[in-house]
Every structure is written in structure tokens, then in C-alpha cells.
Nanobody, 120 residues
Framework: QGQLVESGGGLVQPGGSLRLSCTAS????????MGWYRQAPGKQRELVAEISSGGSSNYYGSVRHRFTISKDNAKNTMYLQMNVLEPEDTGVYYC??????????????WGRGTQVTVSS
């Protein structure tokens, strides 16, 4: 199974933008569906966007029309462009495979994630 590495998070004011990146050492994004997940403080992790191996995308919840998921197969990197950020977008963002998330030795595998904080 591949190691997932998320980056690009930070502190941003409401209305601002961030771009998150996800790389994987052994997963080829050209062959695998991928998703961005968010875990807000005190809440369960939820799927916010997904992209198929062919490049089609779906968005969930309040991020529709504000977030854009994309990938560069040559760089094996996935992105999440987040615009018009709201305090409710605060959380740790993770990438993982879709439709099923990774397991290693029968246990769910998640990377470390990247923290996004939207606050004035």
C-alpha cells in the first residue's frame, strides 16, 4: 500500500483560498479513484470531494461551487483548490482512495493530514 502525504494547509482568513496537495508513493492516480476528506473538530471524518481515475469529480456538502479537485497524473499528485473559505471549513484534511479507503494488514490507513484553520 502507498504512503499518503498531504500538504498545503494553514491559517487563512474567511474568504481566503488555499490549495492542498496529496502525493502517494505506491498508488498511481491515473488508475485509482481518490478523494479528499475532512475531519472538523469534534466531528467524524467526511468526504468532501472525489475524482475518478478518468478525471470526473463529485463534491459533497457545502464545498460545492467553492472547492475544485484535480490531479496531475504525470506528477502523481492530487490537489484541492479551496476558495471562499469559511470558518466551517476548519479541520484536518486527508486524502485517500475511493470508493474504498486504504487498509494495511486489515487496518484502515490514513496519512497525517494537513490542518486548515479559517479564522479572522
Amino acid at each position: 500500500q502507498g504512503q499518503l502525504v498531504e500538504s498545503g494547509g494553514g491559517l487563512v482568513q474567511p474568504g481566503g483560498s488555499l490549495r492542498l496537495s496529496c502525493t502517494a508513493s505506491e498508488i498511481r492516480f491515473s488508475y485509482t479513484g481518490m478523494g479528499w476528506y475532512r475531519q472538523a473538530p469534534g466531528k467524524q471524518r467526511e468526504l468532501v470531494a472525489e475524482i475518478s481515475s478518468g478525471g470526473s469529480s463529485n463534491y459533497y456538502g457545502s464545498v460545492r461551487h467553492r472547492f475544485t479537485i484535480s490531479k496531475d497524473n504525470a506528477k502523481n499528485t492530487m490537489y484541492l483548490q479551496m476558495n471562499v473559505l469559511e470558518p466551517e471549513d476548519t479541520g484536518v484534511y486527508y486524502c485517500n482512495t475511493r470508493p474504498s479507503t486504504l487498509t494495511i494488514n486489515g487496518r484502515p490507513y490514513w496519512g497525517r493530514g494537513t490542518q486548515v484553520t479559517v479564522s479572522s
